[in-house]
């Protein structure tokens, strides 16, 4: 519609690969100038309006008032148009000539076809009739029809050679067809689901694919999903679409990954989520080879993806089904010397942040907190999605005061850490240490109480309620002191109730047992020195390990060795013996 030429153009493909484009165009402007300036006459194309029903409004806007009547645009002019050319086109002007620019003119028509016959305007031509006026007028009707065959000629011409084009593109075509039946063919003899993608669209998959998802054919699956990618499930923190920025596609965001950032799941046609390892390479420009590969059976003992998964699936922390399948066996691990740190920690002021930027800003603002966390804590710590806004770490610590140096790093790095759209936030944070024996449950309400503490002192601290003191505590006996650590594995039981029966002896139960665990209130040491005061003493303030009898009613005695600590509870202190069974005679 600018410079009135036929113009047709097709991609070149050759052994299946793009390399270029062929455009085939003749320019008819520069003829109509050159017939101009040879007949001495102006030459108008009117066009009728619906031929530009779907132009560009670029294109309308390039029409002034002068070059539009009411049914027809003029498309191309060599000369000014005439005050009266509306009349003209629709016939109604009675005269055949015109007065223009001091100069009269022959006034023309002929009807503008295409190759099929559709009348698609009017050719005008404004012959200067000056002089010779009734040779000029013969030799333009002769010229009309002249150019009316000719633009006809070079229609047909090129429709015949736009033609002859499409089919040698169509015979093309049929090569590229029979080579992507052989890729077909290719795809469909891989075990491994295979596809390619130009990351909104799946454009070829093979029978691997199709088997898994049970579907007869691509465009069956499609009626679905587009692309393979929507079927990816947000699990176990592998990757999908809500990794995906907005302004990247999937096979962009997940291409730089590695290891197991770039594991993907999938639920098959048997009901069960599946994960599979991601291989890209480029097949052609912005298309491309996609290879899954099943590794389920290879991460059989890593995740169960059959069950519910352990971890959070927003922060990819773990959430209580974790804590409460595992916190047994985390208490149990723990070494002779380590001790077990509890830290709940609370976003402050985090319903601002969700009623000023919206839930999607509160959710990046819980991932980013939680990456922060894993940042700042050890491999062998433990983060919990707790609830909402609220986290626990479990700490593996030496001391309460290492606890309280671990918990203020945690709240450190939150602070000065900067969160996408709301900039920087702080937290508020409660810790305890576990007590031996004690249900986990109430440190947790300890460390709880203790961070509504620091919530109510002002936010953005770490606060204890009470010591539950690690560190070494002195005790008198006989000038000596006994100095120990906390076992936080022991169970909490009264010597003389649970360990002897009334006449003092071991009761079965215990003696069937190779090692058991007793605290004993040693509050007065006095009496505690009656029970063991010669199975325990003291050397450069600690205690060593040293053998006692326990009489049994058979008249026999076991030797048992007894590892010592002591701790407070409650306002008393207790010691701790883990008796382990030598021999008897």
Not at 188 to 212: P, R
Not at 393 to 413: D, F, K
Request: proline share 1%.
């Amino acid at each position: 519609m600018k410079n009135y030429t036929l113009r047709v153009v097709k991609p070149w493909i050759v052994d299946g690969k793009k390399i270029g484009y062929i455009e085939l165009g003749k320019e008819i402007n520069k003829m109509i100038d050159e017939l101009s300036k040879l007949l001495n006459a102006h030459i108008y194309l009117a066009l009728k309006k619906d031929v530009y029903a779907n132009a560009p409004k670029s294109v309308l806007e390039g029409f002034d008032a002068r070059s539009t009547t009411a049914k027809y645009y003029i498309a191309y002019a060599t000369g000014a148009i005439p005050k009266n050319i509306e009349a003209i086109l629709d016939g109604s002007f009675n005269d055949s000539d015109i007065d223009l620019n001091d100069k009269k003119y022959h006034i023309s028509l002929a009807p503008l076809m295409d190759v099929s016959n559709e009348n698609l305007g009017k050719f005008l031509f404004l012959s200067d009739v000056s002089r010779e006026r009734a040779l000029v007028y013969s030799s333009i009707k002769i010229l009309i029809i002249f150019l009316t065959l000719l633009t006809s000629i070079l229609l047909l011409a090129g429709f015949t050679l736009i033609n002859n084009r499409e089919n040698h593109i169509f015979n093309l075509t049929r090569i590229l067809d029979k080579k992507n039946e052989k890729l077909q063919k290719l795809f469909d003899i891989q075990k491994n689901i295979t596809l390619i993608s130009d990351g909104k669209t799946t454009l070829l998959a093979n029978q691997a694919m199709l088997d898994f998802f049970n579907v007869g054919d691509l465009d069956e699956f499609q009626k679905y999903a587009r692309d393979v990618s929507e079927k990816f499930i947000a699990a176990n923190g592998y990757f999908n679409l809500d990794k995906v920025p907005n302004d990247q596609t999937w096979l962009d965001a997940i291409e730089p990954l590695v290891g197991d950032e770039k594991i993907v799941t999938l639920q098959g046609a048997d009901g069960m989520p599946h994960a599979f390892n991601v291989s890209i390479s480029q097949y052609e420009k912005e298309q491309y080879l996609v290879s899954l590969t099943d590794i389920s059976a290879t991460m059989i003992e890593k995740i169960d993806l059959s069950k519910q998964i352990d971890k959070d699936e927003l922060t990819n922390a773990f959430n209580r089904k974790f804590f409460n399948k595992n916190i047994s066996s985390i208490i149990k691990r723990l070494d002779q010397d380590a001790f077990l740190g509890v830290a709940m920690l609370d976003i402050d002021h985090f319903k601002k942040v969700n009623d000023a930027h919206g839930h999607n800003t509160g959710d990046m603002v819980l991932r980013q907190f939680s990456r922060y966390i894993k940042s700042s804590i050890r491999a062998d710590d433990f983060l919990i999605r707790w609830g909402g806004e609220e986290f626990i770490v479990l700490i593996t610590t030496t001391s309460n005061q290492a606890l309280l140096r671990a918990a203020e790093h945690i709240r450190q790095v939150i602070q000065n850490a900067d969160f996408v759209t709301v900039g920087n936030i702080t937290c508020s944070v409660g810790v305890t240490l576990y007590i031996p024996g004690e249900n986990i449950n109430d440190a947790i309400e300890r460390a709880d109480n203790a961070m509504y503490r620091s919530k109510d002192a002002g936010r953005n601290r770490v606060s204890q309620l009470e010591t539950v003191s690690s560190e070494t505590i002195e005790m008198n006996a006989e000038a000596r002191y006994i100095k120990a650590v906390l076992d936080e594995n022991a169970i909490i039981i009264d010597f003389e109730r649970n360990v002897l029966d009334k006449d003092g002896y071991a009761k079965e139960e215990v003696l069937g047992k190779n090692w058991f665990e007793i605290f004993i209130d040693v509050s007065d040491m006095d009496k505690t020195m009656d029970y063991f005061h010669e199975a325990v003493s003291a050397e450069d303030g600690k205690i060593a390990r040293h053998a006692n009898d326990v009489n049994c009613k058979d008249g026999t005695h076991r030797l048992l060795e007894f590892d010592n600590t002591i701790f407070t509870k409650d306002g008393k202190k207790y010691i701790s013996f883990v008796a382990k069974e030598r021999f008897s005679s």
